[in-house]
């Protein structure tokens, strides 16, 4: 293993790491569930384009979580050895390799694993083809990322749960910021990935631009592959006819090239670049992430997190644990692991504290809420399937004497301000004027 801006990068290949080690504390509780297992899939990527800034974060996230819960070391009420006193063991998979692969990855956790539950996917693409196949089985998992509102917006699911926020909040807010933040905008351009995710992106930030912009134009609006890597050509069609602002939700290895590669030409300075989900590249970017970049974090994560006794923990735990603080996906990851040890307890209380099945588990969080470290948690809309979040948008600055990107300016968005009301799909709610949005600043 080799040691990269203080992450851990594992091996291509697949990796299956068994935590399994049992507590002191567990021991001493002498709980009739000691000696049981409760077994979880974790899945994010490992390997490729989005591991080094986006999958490996998460997964240690997920590792330093894993091991505190089963110490009995977190904070209340998180703070029972394991899940119910039940020993935690975790299976970690390499979400690398495209959507049929997925599902047979899925199909193998919880057929030839026996995984209890699964957490996991960042691509939308993945998320989109592992859903119907959870249904199917009538297994329990847990979207952890993920960003499209096509998930529970095209379909109906009793097993499947997001336990975060949609990209729809990403885009509305980042256009409410430039709102708030009185920046004159006659045009926009935009550049996401072809698929999924980056078409719901440029659709709910276009859509959002049209009410509160209404006299914006809409200039380029490029869709290069997912993984491209070189945008030469686009940075050069993008330089030659410039917007007031430019709009991406571009992540990962992705969103790394595409900085590297126009900050030196010169892009940042000829337009307003807004990045719907660019938290988590600051700390590998560092001096190489040109300063007034308007970004969002996909919650109010990292560096626009919010104080609080459960935060200040969780920031320490990763931070000690990975040499980097935490950026948006261990956040997401902690929030999704958060859910499950209370629905896992609740579910196994209501059981007679007998393991849950998924039919019981899907009951506990159904419609659930709880704190996290970005703050509360609701399961609010799909009937209670799917999580709304406050988030955070603000500007970037680097600081030559922490050595780090610092975020100035920041506002904050409730979550009712910026996602959807229960029952109407996000689309027709933009296109409406947000009917029922409330504190928006």
Avoid at 247 to 262: C, N, P
Wanted: aromatic share 10%; net charge positive; with cysteine.
């Amino acid at each position: 293993m080799a040691k990269h801006f203080g992450q851990t990068i594992f091996p291509p290949q697949r990796i299956r790491l068994r935590v399994i080690a049992a507590s002191a504390a567990l021991l001493v509780a002498g709980s009739l569930h000691a000696q049981e297992t409760f077994k979880i899939g974790v899945v994010s990527f490992l390997s490729g384009q989005a591991a080094e800034s986006f999958g490996i974060p998460a997964v240690n996230g997920a590792k330093a979580l894993v091991e505190a819960f089963n110490n009995g070391q977190a904070p209340a009420p998180y703070n029972k050895p394991g899940f119910g006193g039940m020993k935690i063991e975790a299976v970690y998979i390499d979400e690398a390799g495209g959507a049929t692969k997925q599902v047979q990855e899925l199909r193998n956790l919880y057929d030839r694993e026996k995984v209890d539950a699964v957490v996991g996917y960042v691509s939308s693409g993945d998320c989109l083809a592992v859903a119907p196949v959870a249904e199917e089985m009538k297994r329990f998992l847990i979207l952890y990322d993920c960003g499209t509102p096509r998930v529970f917006e095209d379909s109906k699911f009793n097993y499947v749960f997001r336990t975060a926020s949609h990209a729809t909040m990403d885009n509305v807010a980042l256009a409410r910021y430039l709102k708030a933040k009185n920046v004159k905008v006659n045009t926009f351009n935009m550049i996401n990935q072809d698929y999924a995710w980056g078409q719901d992106s440029k659709k709910d930030f276009a859509l959002s631009m049209e009410k509160l912009y209404p006299d914006a134009k809409t200039g380029q609006d490029q869709l290069p592959k997912f993984g491209a890597g070189q945008y030469g050509t686009e940075i050069s069609s993008l330089m030659s006819k410039p917007a007031d602002v430019t709009h991406s939700s571009l992540w990962g290895g992705d969103l790394q090239a595409f900085i590297l590669q126009a900050g030196p030409r010169g892009l940042f300075k000829r337009t307003q670049v807004v990045l719907s989900a660019g938290d988590h590249v600051l700390p590998g970017l560092g001096d190489k992430m040109p300063d007034g970049t308007i970004l969002g974090a996909r919650g109010a994560y990292g560096l626009m997190s919010p104080k609080s006794a459960l935060n200040d923990w969780w920031w320490d735990l990763y931070s000690k644990a990975n040499g980097v603080y935490p950026v948006q996906a261990p956040y997401r990851m902690a929030q999704a692991l958060l859910g499950l040890k209370l629905a896992v307890e609740k579910a196994t209380a209501a059981n007679g504290g007998k393991k849950p099945n998924s039919e019981r588990l899907a009951a506990a969080l159904k419609g659930a809420e709880w704190d996290s470290p970005a703050g509360k948690i609701r399961m609010a809309l799909a009937d209670g399937q799917q999580a709304i979040q406050e988030t955070a948008i603000g500007k970037t600055r680097y600081d030559a004497a922490k050595k780090m990107v610092m975020i100035d300016d920041i506002v904050r968005f409730p979550a009712e301000c910026v996602n959807p009301p229960s029952g109407m799909k996000s689309e027709d709610w933009i296109k409406a004027g947000f009917p029922g949005a409330k504190g928006c600043p």
